[in-house]
């Protein structure tokens, strides 16, 4: 039964007359259309072929089969980071799960909605060791926000109708659905995708208690030493323009996450730059001496504020606002908590500092701003912006931004010293232009994200900052941005080294770096061209600008830009594990 453009008024809403019959695979179609779902990534295998007859039956929602499993999580997160939208990746059972199973942990790291579809074998053989059977359920428990078995085909709309609820509401997070095989073929009667959905045992708070946010308001317009730091879930719960208006009704400096880059712009003469293992001496040293905090959407976690007992030597009230409750002084002890919707906390927070009439203390902000100032002019991103022998990483990053600062572009980074270059150096304006894997820290994402916020965003600049070990885990991808024409711009940090590791070889281990150098790199330009696409090697720090321009003319083409940059370049600043935020090491000189 064909699935059409002209159905998806009947998905969305019950039908008169007796229930018609559809097999559970066309319930699951007709459930991702009625959720408005545009676009899954997947790879086909033997107990998802009815869900693959059933996508080939309609034209709503666009498959895009990718060449590995893990791929095709890391592009419906990606898609769901830019957008906002629940991502939605479909993959069979067995190796297809486990192959899922690093996107599936990466996206809950970072808190994404998603919903992944796995196959499973037919429900009578579970148990029994069946070709390509694994404890779905089991694997992934501890990696979802939550996930289903579907045993009865009657259950599955109503599954799905739930996943999504879960995926995208409270604090957001992949959800998987494992159905078996039979239950896809089966058939049951079916009126409608419901309208509604209740939950009882899952109700996230929404609003925040007015009185502890009346608290806050008192402690914030009260501080001395004021500071205002968020993270993704500012993000995530799209409350940049609060944030924003917050922070320029009170005059606060504020800093940002590497999750929460772009939530203030980067450019705004209050944002301190990143904190935390590699942000920067203002944004640190204004975190460990303010005497209030307000922490929106973060959650202390050990790149931000190092050693906590370094953090907690200094005295400061503590306000901390998060939809989940579970994060709260779950690191650190805070003072006011406050539990609900960081962008309906903070618009109430807004109201109410308005309605108070009540202004921060100008002198003693003024002198805390001085304080600042002196910390922002050690300049501690300078890195030889006149070396005309090698080129330097950062410098690659800076002459991106300068061309891309006034067009709607988005940048995705794999892991490693290319990430904490382009977080330092690619000043984020607006939200949700800055994708890469925070929490867990996956490599090979990059090319992934940029192929599924390509084909959500066509016409904004997409660009993958990733350097020669991370892009190989994910470069097969290559030929599925052919397939789906999603012309995006590999910018490779190409130095020779699996550059985060040596880096930390160098400063602890004496030297002595064990595997981290890679001695058989392929040739890029050529792999970039058996894949279709435009090769580039940039090995001067003059041809970098105009390769940047050639590659940026070149709209409909996926160019790989193999730059090679300097070796013995190291990330500064720089916390070591164990120490305290501002235990900073600055340069070679602190070795």
Sequence with gaps: MEISRTELSSAAAATAGQPSEFRGAEILVKSLQAEGVKYVWGYPGGAVLHIYDAFYKQDTIQHVLVRHEQAAVHAADGYARATGDVGVALVTSGPGVTNAVTGIATAYMDSIPMVIVTGQVPTAAIGLDAFQECDTVGITRPIVKHNFLVKDVRDLET????????????????????????????????????????????????????????????????????????????????????LRTLANMLGYPCTNTLMGLGAISGTDPKFLGMLGMHGTIEANNTMQNCDVLLAVGARFDDRVIGNPKHFAQSERKIIHIDVDPSSISKRVKVDIPIVGDVKEVLAELIAQIKESGVKPDASALGSWWETIESWRRKDCLRYDRGNKDVIKPQHVIETLWNMTKDVETYITSDVGQHQMWAAQFYKFQEPRRWINSGGLGTMGVGIPYAMGIKLAKPEAEVFCVTGEGSVQMCIQELSTCLQYNTPIKVISLNNRYLGMVRQWQQLDYEGRYSHSYMDALPNFVKLAEAYGHVGMLIEKPGDVEPALREARKLKDRTVFMDFRTDPTENVWPMVKAGAGITQMLLGSEDL
């Excluded at 968020?230 to 409350?239: D, E, K, M, R, T």
């Design 159 to 242: 599954v799905m109708k739930k996943a999504f609820h879960i995926a995208r509401s409270g604090r957001p997070g992949p959800v998987v659905v494992d159905i078996p095989k039979d239950v896809s073929f089966n058939k049951t009667g079916w009126n409608g995708y419901a309208d509604k959905l209740e939950m009882r045992s899952y109700k996230p708070v929404h609003k925040g208690h007015s009185g502890q946010i009346r608290k806050a308001l008192q402690l914030l317009l009260s501080a001395k030493r004021p500071y205002i730091y968020s993270g993704g879930g500012v993000i995530l719960g799209n409350a940049s323009e609060e």
